[in-house]
């Protein structure tokens, strides 16, 4: 039924199929990777990144929010905890966004031939998400993309070619991939999704085929732990995610429809969205430019995530990275799309829009850090003590700079005898309370106690099993950020006798206060501090 894309590949295309050597494919890899590097070391770790840092801290079958393998590529990638530069903890999305160039080439070679692949090679390091979101920073996003282009070569080689027995190599490989991809992150099982819409509609031969269910047992087997891990803690993720994507009774939310369908637009490469919809025009006036069983998998494995992100925005918020790896389908098709367009001489305006996708994606790579470090103050009309508040950017920068005067307060503290050696950070929310981890609390090798609510703490409740709790009678420090500034005194009102202020950091940048740091002592806890886990 299905034949080789590459000999189907001269039905479909007018133009002269170019044979290009690989050398642009490994330039690009190169050139990439080498600017990846650079924002890494420029730009301090985020909210989320820091976050993941703590699954590191703390391997588990699962953690409150997502699967383990992030944080078991974090501990990978800096040699067990022991070189926790911020190049280093990035490491894992910087190399998989290179391994994911060479798989997305050669799936676009696979659907139509070579320039295809380094279209969309282009394509996909043009693409905000693919290039910065999941392929600079650490989030469980980056580690999944590898294993979900991975399935998708898979599915492909399935889909297009007479491999005879060898199909049933590619079945396995794809429930491996896929049993990976759910262990990066839940939003993997989308990838059954599209195959099975793919062999119900088009494939039905596949469901006679033994090696279909055992490459769904072999996702299973490798997605276990999830369930394992949550049946030990009465669900506890499934709830949280539950609550996250139910529909409520408040109706139609606009706002966070528009937010997330903007915010779609802008992760893609709002240039490479206009593409994508030329590619979707064009294919619905009846324009063929790859095979039939190619572009059948292609949009199974794209439509289903995205429309099911889009659908839940309308009824509650949603991040747009979510359908992220749902646009990697539209990248493939477009990039054939713009393959026939190009034609022999890739000249015009389908070659302006892709050289004006790199112009975009270089201007926000040097825009971005230069902004980030430079920008004179903060962006943020808030006033002390509110400072920074609503500043995105003091998110990636500037706490480097917390550590050493922290450390001079508390060294202070110990040799005064206000303080004791073993005093821990309290922490009431997950950030900023992952920064003030990641940057002081374990480099000086403090305890870190979470204390306050699992919604608001999620993995550091987990971390109380390694650092123990506030216990009665002793001392702790807490450090407030003034752009989310909470008040110590009425955040633990009541659990502690007294509360003194023991100092206030301030953070410049180009001269100008960001941020302050208020640094506060809480003496004699009235019971013991700490989170319990809802079970």
Not at 312 to 330: A, E, K, M, N, Q
Not at 417 to 441: D, Q
Request: net charge positive; with cysteine; aromatic share 14%.
């Amino acid at each position: 039924m299905a034949h080789s894309f590459g000999r189907q590949a001269t039905l479909w295309q007018t133009q002269v199929d170019m044979e290009i050597s690989k050398r642009p494919l490994l330039l690009l890899i190169v050139a990439f990777t080498a600017i990846r590097c650079i924002i890494a070391c420029a730009i301090n770790l985020g909210n989320d990144e820091v976050y993941y840092f703590t699954y590191a801290i703390l391997p588990d079958w699962n953690h409150f929010d997502h699967p383990p393998l992030v944080g078991i590529f974090i501990r990978l990638f800096t040699f067990n905890l022991h070189w926790n530069h911020e190049l280093m903890v990035r490491m894992p999305g910087i190399i998989g966004a290179a391994v994911n160039t060479w798989f997305i080439f050669r799936c676009g070679e696979l659907i139509s031939n070579k320039r295809t692949g380094t279209i969309a090679a282009i394509l996909y390091n043009t693409s905000i998400y693919s290039s910065i979101i999941a392929g600079i920073f650490i989030l469980p996003d980056s580690i999944q993309v590898v294993f979900w282009l991975a399935a998708l070569y898979s599915i492909l080689m399935i889909a297009g070619s007479g491999l005879g027995k060898h199909i049933n190599l590619h079945l396995l490989l794809f429930g491996f991939w896929t049993g990976l991809a759910v262990m990066s992150k839940v939003h993997g099982v989308f990838l059954w999704f599209g195959f099975g819409g793919y062999i119900l509609f088009h494939r039905r031969d596949l469901f006679q085929n033994p090696y279909l269910y055992l490459s769904l047992g072999i996702t299973a087997l490798l997605s276990s732990p999830i369930l394992f891990w949550n049946i030990q803690n009465d669900f506890i993720t499934w709830r949280f995610h539950s609550e996250r994507v139910t529909i409520g009774e408040q109706g139609i939310d606009l706002k966070s429809f528009l937010r997330t369908t903007i915010g779609q637009i802008l992760y893609c490469n709002p240039i490479t969205f206009a593409l994508y919809i030329l590619t979707g025009n064009a294919f619905v006036r009846g324009r063929r430019f790859m095979d039939n069983e190619a572009m059948a998998v292609l949009l199974w494995c794209s439509l289903p995530i995205i429309a099911s992100t889009t659908l839940v925005s309308l009824f509650r918020d949603t991040l747009p990275h979510w359908s992220g790896p749902g646009f990697i389908g539209f990248t493939l098709i477009t990039a054939a799309f713009l393959n026939g367009k190009l034609g022999d001489r890739p000249t015009g305006s389908y070659q302006k829009s892709l050289n004006a996708c790199i112009v975009l994606i270089a201007f926000v790579f040097v825009a971005g850090p230069l902004l980030i470090r430079y920008y004179p103050g903060t962006m943020s009309p808030k006033t002390y003590p509110r400072t920074g508040s609503g500043d995105a950017t003091l998110d990636v920068t500037g706490w480097e700079t917390l550590r050493a005067p922290f450390e001079k307060i508390r060294k202070d503290d110990i040799r005064s005898e206000r303080m004791t050696a073993n005093a821990p950070l309290l922490i009431h929310k997950w950030f900023p309370g992952s920064h003030i981890y990641y940057y002081v609390a374990f480099p000086l090798q403090m305890r870190v106690v979470g204390a306050g609510n699992i919604a608001d703490l999620h993995q550091f409740c987990w971390l109380n099993a390694r650092y123990g709790q506030v216990a009665r009678g002793r001392d702790a420090y807490y450090i407030s950020p003034s752009n989310n500034f909470t008040d110590p005194a009425e955040q633990y009102a009541g659990q502690f006798e007294a509360f003194e202020h023991a100092g206030t950091i301030t953070q410049k940048r180009n001269g100008k206060v960001a941020r302050y740091w208020f640094v506060y002592r809480l003496k004699h806890a009235t019971m013991p501090v700490g989170c319990q886990v809802e079970r």
